[in-house]
């Protein structure tokens, strides 16, 4: 079974801290990434990469980095946390299967900016 | 661009009763759909794919069909169960070797709430 892991399911920070929010996975998965959930409005990209050192900008990148130094593991910053990314937070890997790339995800960090 | 449109819910049942959600998306080509499931405190899962018109996807007694004529992937279930409560995520990618590979492009959600 794929199995994708996050440090943390809940998180409360403060306003204008630095927030790292780690994602692994044990498949040897190529293609990771990191989206946020909120109510109505579905899942968001935020970052993606493709390989080790390789990322691109999602939909909503702004307020936001990642680091990928190794290829198990993907890392996302808030440089400066604001209460406005107040969300839960996805990470997931993907692979080809039958000329589709499926995504598997992990169980979500909540995170709260007071 | 590419979207994915989803009933909004939340969409409330009895047990054993017949469910639809449905979806229709907007995209150039032949994307891939998607139905992903979240259940509560959980991350999302896959439940059901289809790659081509036509295709049907099938999981768990859930099935989806590929309707390129209508651009739908609507999501059936003949009898559901209290366990069958979750949220719901229909999605689309860009088929393997396109620009944007790997992009699922996620629609708002659907909570389904079965009663006993």
């Known amino acids: 079974d794929v199995k994708v892991t996050q440090s943390s399911r809940y998180l409360v920070k403060r306003t204008g801290e630095k927030v790292f929010l780690e994602c692994v996975q044990d498949m040897d998965h190529e293609n990771m990434f990191w989206y946020r959930q909120d109510p109505g409005l579905g899942l968001r990209l935020i970052y993606f990469s493709y390989d080790v050192k390789m990322k691109e900008k999602g939909d909503i990148p702004e307020g936001y980095s990642v680091s990928r130094e190794k290829k198990e593991r993907f890392s996302l910053i808030l440089e400066s946390a604001s209460t406005n990314q107040t969300s839960m937070y996805l990470c997931a890997s993907s692979i080809v299967r039958q000329g589709a790339l499926e995504q598997y995800f992990g169980p979500g960090t909540r995170l709260t900016v007071t | 661009g590419d979207s994915v449109t989803q009933m909004e819910g939340p969409v409330t049942l009895s047990e054993e009763a017949f469910l639809t959600i449905n979806c229709t998306y907007t995209a150039t080509g032949y994307p891939s759909l998607f139905w992903y499931v979240q259940y509560p405190g959980e991350g999302l899962q896959l439940l059901l794919k289809?790659?081509?018109?036509?295709d049907k996807g099938s999981n768990k007694g859930f099935e989806a069909t590929y309707r390129k004529e209508t651009t739908s992937f609507h999501l059936e279930k003949g009898s559901v169960q209290v366990s069958d409560s979750a949220v719901y995520f229909c999605?689309?990618?860009?088929?393997?070797?396109?620009?944007?590979?790997?992009?699922?492009?996620f629609g708002q959600g659907t909570t389904l709430q079965v009663k006993p």
């Open positions: 289809a790659t081509k018109a036509d």
């Open positions: 999605a689309l990618s860009r088929p393997y070797g396109s620009s944007n590979t790997g992009k699922l492009i």
